[in-house]
């Protein structure tokens, strides 16, 4: 899922989103893209103290229905990212609820087709 981020507010983003490369270029590293990407899935765009709980809560539930969550992505990993933003859509629970239940019924009629 391709969202538009800004890193710039997360504290000491140059040490703990960035990576170098073999050959000196950087590029976001694994849990920071992973972060970034989960934002739509979750439908929360802004990382911040208070919604880490609904962050993790949603990203468990996304997990239990078997979306593949890295596991280096910890309410620890959330905790070192606030600040992170991106364009995702953001969705209400009720919104994100529906969203998840959605794509349940897709996939049983899928099973049974």
């Given at each position: 899922m391709?969202?538009q981020w800004?890193?710039?507010?997360?504290?000491?983003?140059?040490?703990?989103?960035?990576?170098?490369?073999?050959?000196?270029?950087y590029?976001?590293?694994?849990?920071?893209?992973s972060?970034?990407?989960?934002?739509?899935?979750?439908?929360?765009?802004k990382i911040?103290?208070?919604?880490?709980?609904?962050?993790?809560?949603?990203?468990?539930?996304?997990?239990?229905?078997?979306?593949?969550?890295?596991?280096?992505?910890?309410?620890?990993?959330?905790?070192?990212?606030?600040?992170?933003?991106?364009s995702a859509?953001?969705?209400?629970?009720?919104?994100?609820?529906?969203?998840?239940?959605?794509?349940?019924?897709?996939?049983?009629?899928?099973?049974?087709?």
């Amino acid at each position: 899922m391709d969202v538009q981020w800004d890193i710039t507010n997360v504290s000491d983003s140059e040490t703990k989103c960035w990576h170098k490369r073999s050959d000196d270029k950087y590029e976001l590293n694994a849990v920071t893209q992973s972060i970034i990407d989960l934002t739509a899935l979750v439908g929360i765009s802004k990382i911040t103290p208070k919604n880490i709980g609904a962050f993790a809560q949603r990203l468990g539930i996304i997990k239990v229905i078997g979306y593949p969550v890295p596991d280096n992505v910890t309410i620890d990993a959330l905790q070192e990212h606030v600040g992170v933003e991106t364009s995702a859509k953001i969705m209400d629970y009720r919104k994100f609820k529906n969203q998840i239940f959605s794509g349940l019924e897709q996939a049983s009629r899928d099973v049974i087709e």
